[in-house]
C-alpha cells in the first residue's frame, strides 16, 4: 500500500485547506495530525464505504472527511482553520482485522504517509 498526501501549505487563521492523500485499499482510513514536541492525534477516519464517519472533538464541524474509492482518493476539507491546528497531517490505513472501535488509535494502522506540513498564521 502506497500513499501520497498533498494540499497541505500556509493559510491565515480562518481560512480552509483540501488535504488530499492517493491509496489503494478498501479498508477504514484516517488522517492525524503531529505538531512539534507532541503526539501524533488522531483527527477523523472514514469507513470502507465512506458512509460513517469519525471526528477529533477539536475539529468536528470544521474539518470534513471523505473518500472516493473509484479514485483511490481520500480527503480532508479544513475549513475555519486555527493557529492550533497546524502540524504535519498525515494520512492512514487502518490494519486488516481492526474495525471501528479501533479509529481513533495510531497503533491500530500500519501504513501512513509521507506527511504535509499544514501552517495556520494568525
Known amino acids: 500500500v502506497q500513499l501520497e498526501e498533498s494540499g497541505g501549505g500556509l493559510v491565515q487563521a480562518g481560512g480552509s485547506l483540501r488535504l488530499s492523500c492517493a491509496a489503494s485499499g478498501r479498508t477504514f482510513m484516517a488522517w492525524f495530525r503531529q505538531a512539534p514536541g507532541r503526539e501524533r492525534e488522531f483527527v477523523a477516519a472514514?469507513?470502507?464505504?465512506?458512509?460513517?464517519?469519525w471526528y477529533a472533538d477539536s475539529v468536528k464541524g470544521r474539518f470534513t472527511i471523505s473518500r472516493d474509492n473509484a479514485k483511490n482518493m481520500v480527503y480532508l476539507q479544513m475549513n475555519s482553520l486555527k493557529p492550533e491546528d497546524t502540524a504535519v497531517y498525515y494520512c492512514?490505513?487502518?490494519?486488516?482485522?481492526?474495525?471501528?472501535?479501533?479509529?481513533?488509535?495510531?497503533?491500530?494502522?500500519?501504513?501512513w504517509g509521507q506527511g504535509t506540513q499544514v501552517t495556520v498564521s494568525s
Open positions: 472514514v469507513s470502507s464505504s465512506g458512509a460513517t464517519t
Open positions: 492512514a490505513v487502518m490494519r486488516v482485522g481492526y474495525y471501528s472501535d479501533s479509529v481513533r488509535y495510531k497503533d491500530a494502522y500500519d501504513y
